[in-house]
């Protein structure tokens, strides 16, 4: 079964550098999603994108965070100037068709820690 | 606004008893309703899912069924096995907040044999 995979499993940054989270989602979907997962808490929506654009944002995607497709298949979320606070689980779904009864398919997820 | 409430955890249990866990939600219009699990150290893999009251979503021995007139979606299965030791996540998809997940906050599920 296709998969979304994810690079790299883990990453740890000094606080104040940027960081790029890759996703490889399933190749003929075209809807892309990050989610975040802070230790103990609820899994959280950051953004969605679709046709090389945002199609929606949570309050917690701020100015210091931007994604892109640079290519055919890879999709990634950059933080520009990390914090302690964004140490998290981020997690990169795709989908199909943009229908809400259409399930999100998951990566295993990056655990990025920030020092 | 849109949320999701599930039962608390952790809920521990013995081989071969049957497992609930609440889930309620708060939406406008008619969302679409998601059962996702995470083993540890994996990933979110969906379990189930039901897009309409009434629907019965099942998996693996698992069900839900999506209840309108209480707002739940409550999972169940008869029969746990060690190997449903996870985190389950109870989700939901409403086109009319755009068409991410909200999610509630887990349960952890700990089966011991």
């Known amino acids: 079964e296709p998969e979304v995979t994810q690079t790299p499993s883990h990453q740890v940054t000094q606080m104040g550098q940027e960081v790029i989270l890759r996703c490889v989602p399933i190749s003929n979907h075209l809807y892309f999603y990050w989610y975040r997962q802070i230790l103990g808490q609820k899994v959280e929506f950051l953004v969605s994108f679709y046709n090389n654009e945002i199609s929606e944002k949570s309050e917690i995607f701020d100015d210091q965070f931007s994604v892109e497709r640079p290519d055919g298949s890879n999709f990634t979320l950059k933080i520009r100037s990390t914090k302690l606070e964004d140490s998290a689980m981020y997690f990169c779904a795709s989908r199909e068709q943009d229908y809400s009864n259409q399930p999100q398919h998951f990566g295993d997820g990056t655990r990025l820690s920030i020092l | 606004g849109n949320s999701v409430t599930q039962m608390e955890g952790p809920v521990t249990l013995s081989e071969e008893a049957f497992l609930t866990i609440n889930c309620t939600y708060t939406a406008t219009g008619y969302p679409s309703l998601f059962w996702y699990v995470q083993y540890p150290g994996e990933g979110l893999q969906l379990l189930l899912k039901a897009t309409k009251a009434d629907d019965k979503g099942s998996n693996k021995g698992f069900e839900a069924t999506y209840r309108k007139e209480t707002t739940s979606f409550h999972l169940e299965k008869g029969s746990v096995q060690v190997s449903d030791s996870a985190v389950y996540f109870c989700?939901?998809?409403?086109?009319?907040?755009?068409?991410?997940?909200?999610f509630g906050k887990g349960t952890t599920l700990s089966v011991s044999s």
């Open positions: 989700a939901l998809s409403n086109n009319q907040a755009g068409t991410a997940l909200i």
